[in-house]
Nanobody
């Protein structure tokens, strides 16, 4: 069994910063891709950023230059540093982790953490 625990969301003024964390635990053989998605009210969930096992990164255009994704393999944790936040960044943020267990490779989702940016 695998668990993902997210933390770090909250309320911040426009121009501020937040750092999200997502820690995986349980019966993990290895972790490949890790990523962050977000879902605003009335909108579909969208990709924010991903990072591969080799630390190659990919960002959604609107967050390039403002957000940074990173990972700590020793802690099975992925981070999202969010700077220069804008009201349009307001959403529930979900981590997604591709994990290999004894039974195969699966995608796991965190519980979601609310990020609210006030203008």
């Amino acid at each position: 069994q695998v668990q993902l625990v997210e933390s770090g969301g909250g309320l911040v003024q426009a121009g501020g910063s937040l750092r999200l964390s997502c820690a995986a635990s349980g019966s993990i053989f290895s972790i490949s891709a890790m990523g962050w998605y977000r879902q605003a009210p009335g909108k579909q969930r969208e990709l924010v950023a991903t990072i591969t096992a080799g630390r190659a990164t990919n960002y959604e255009d609107s967050v390039k230059g403002r957000f940074t994704i990173s990972r700590d393999n020793a802690k099975n944790t992925v981070y999202l540093q969010m700077n220069s936040l804008k009201p349009e960044d307001t959403a529930v943020y979900y981590c997604n982790v591709r994990i290999t267990t004894a039974f195969g490779q699966y995608d796991y989702w965190g519980q979601g953490t609310q990020v609210t940016v006030s203008s």
